[in-house]
């Protein structure tokens, strides 16, 4: 199969997904004229014309606010907000008026919109250009978090999202936009709301997103070659809802588990994973669950700062031995 | 306006300052020295300079994403800025806000948010502070015709408008946010006139023309010193590069660059000296002599330095509170 970039995927998928249902549209920052910050709106203008991709002025709220105006009319749109970081900008948007509406207004309106955007560290942009924001938005009844991974989760992703018709916030992690892999040049969507195992094993659980994936996987190899010990690494795709099921049935075999996420430890996607496996697999367990986060400060400017705050693969491995020699 | 002969000269000699000390960032930034993405100021110099002529000791500044030079005109020393940007334990912030977020809280550089917009109605504080101390001091904001577009711009220009507060607002249009063009994302080709929305005074004036802004700035500084409240004053400029180092900006017209570099802020200052007879071509070449001496300085000093380490990546989350490492 063909191998291309994860942020090809997106592109792709916005390509063919507006080919085929002309009622989806693009805007944000920078997404027609410019192909995006990270070009991932690349070529839309040419083909779909301005009235479907639009660069939007410096406006986040205003951005959210054409996007659930359009969307409550039958439209749907995927909007680009550049860095997950300016989600501030446009919060109120997402969490009270996005999240709530089809609740609040008795399933009469629906908001199936898609927001984009950029996510994580690792890119020296610091402060503002760096954080997970994804806890931000998980105490959000009604608001629906996807993350992929993968160029092929990336695309069929997408394509599932902006056929999905609730709102759904849609993490890119920025290092992962040059990442390649296998995609199929078929249109396709994946299910929202479906975790995969993305390797079998039988000693522990680690549970990851996003670029924490990879840093999981890299692990997992390395504790089956050196130390013999047998990782099950699943990706949750979808962080809220997340798949309990996928998860408990892993719990339920290998009894440890490591939960691994890239944002601040305290109120993190992580303590919500692990209080929901202590209540409905405690009996499961046979070492208390490990959580691996980045540190409860902020992602920092200065290089050594920023690659010792988040997760590093050692972290990981450390979190594992740790369950495995409980 | 004309200014005396020694400012003129004294423009000059910060303009150059500022303009080597930017394309010093940029060589450094492509040999590996720069963590991150910059966001240079080349042919804005006399916007920032002309503008901080105004900002006296007791005063605030607000700089922006691209305002390298505007914290050189505080005071701060250049090699502390430029070690600053290089993530040194040297800089002024010890190196952990980098180019996005130089501060020297002395000198009253209160420092950026990379959210843009944001400092917008941080202005607004720093204000309300000196009226209700009765400092008489200015507050200097620093933003972009881009910025223009979010809701803090207008917030704050009703707030200042309604509470007479002693802000100047720099308003450098260089004609684009990234790829956008200003007179894409604003209904107004000079968009000081917002301001009369909020019964505040907004004059445009020639940004590459260093006595003009000087002028211009000098009386909304007065202004707001007598207690009359707030002015935009809106500089006409244009950055010569990317809208970060590294930008291709294939999204402006060649001949637009050419006609611009045309009119270099340096190029027409020293038109004026020699004009006027204010200096001879040695006497200029010997300015440029010493400001590139400074530069190779500061250079030095911050390659030399050393840079933050794991250590100090959990101090300053909280004023009094440890928060745990690894
Ligand atoms: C809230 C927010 N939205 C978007 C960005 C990304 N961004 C950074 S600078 C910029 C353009 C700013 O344009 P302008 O205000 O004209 O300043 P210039 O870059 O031209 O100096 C954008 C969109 C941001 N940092 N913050
Ligand atoms: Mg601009």
Known sequence: ?326 | MTVPKEQLLDFYRKMVLVRRFEETVEEYSKKGYVPGFIHLGVGQEAAQVGAMASFQEGDYVLPDHRSHGVCLMVGTPVTEVLAEIFGKTTGCNKGRGGSMHIADFARGNVGNNAIQGSTLVTACGLAVASQIRRTGAVTFIFFGDGTVGRGEFHESLNLAGVWKLPIVYVLVNNGYAISTRATDAHPLEDLAEMGCAYNIPGVTVDGNDVEAVCAAVGEAAERARRGEGATIVELKTYRWQGHFSGDPASYRPEEEVRAWKERCPLKATRKKLIDRKWATAEEIAAIDAAVEKEIQEAVQFAVDSPTPTEKDAVAHVYVGREVAGK
């Open chain 1, 1 to 326: 199969m063909r191998t291309i970039t994860f942020k090809d995927a997106l592109n792709e998928a916005l390509h063919q997904e507006m080919a085929r249902d002309d009622r989806v549209f693009v805007l944000g920052e920078d997404v027609a004229r410019m192909g995006g910050d990270f070009g991932v709106t690349m070529g839309l203008l040419r083909k779909f014309g301005p009235d479907r991709v639009k660069d939007t002025p410096l406006s986040e709220a205003a951005i959210l606010g054409v996007a659930n105006g359009a969307a409550f009319c039958g439209l749907r749109p995927v909007a680009e907000i550049m860095f997950a970081d300016f989600l501030t900008e446009c919060y109120d948007q997402l969490v009270n008026n996005s999240a709530k509406a089809h609740y609040m207004f008795a399933g009469k309106v629906k908001c199936p919109i898609v927001v984009r955007t950029a996510t994580g560290a690792g890119f020296r942009a610091a402060y503002h250009h760096s954080q997970n924001v994804e806890a931000w938005f998980m105490n959000v009844p009604g608001l629906t978090i996807v993350a992929p991974s993968t160029p092929y989760d990336a695309k069929g992703l997408l394509v599932g999202a902006i056929r999905d018709d609730n709102p759904i916030l849609f993490l890119e992690h920025k290092m992962l936009y040059g990442t390649s892999g296998e995609v199929p040049e078929e249109l396709y969507a994946l299910p929202i709301g479906r975790a995969e195992v993305k390797r079998p094993g039988a000693d522990v659980t680690i549970v990851a997103s996003m670029k924490m994936v990879h840093h999981s996987l890299a692990v997992a190899d390395e504790l089956d070659r050196e130390e013999e010990i047998s990782c099950e690494v699943l990706d949750l795709r979808t962080l809220i809802p997340f798949d309990k099921e996928t998860i408990l049935e892993s719990v339920a075999r290998t009894g440890r588990v490591v939960l691994v996420n890239e944002a601040p430890k305290t109120g993190s996607l992580n303590a919500e994973l692990a209080a929901t496996i202590i209540e409905e697999a405690f009996d499961a367990l046979k070492a208390p669950v490990q959580r691996v986060n980045a540190l409860d400060c902020p992602v920092g400017f200065a290089p050594a700062i920023e690659d010792y705050v988040v997760p590093r693969p050692e972290d990981v491995a450390r979190a594992v031995r740790a369950v495995v020699d409980y």
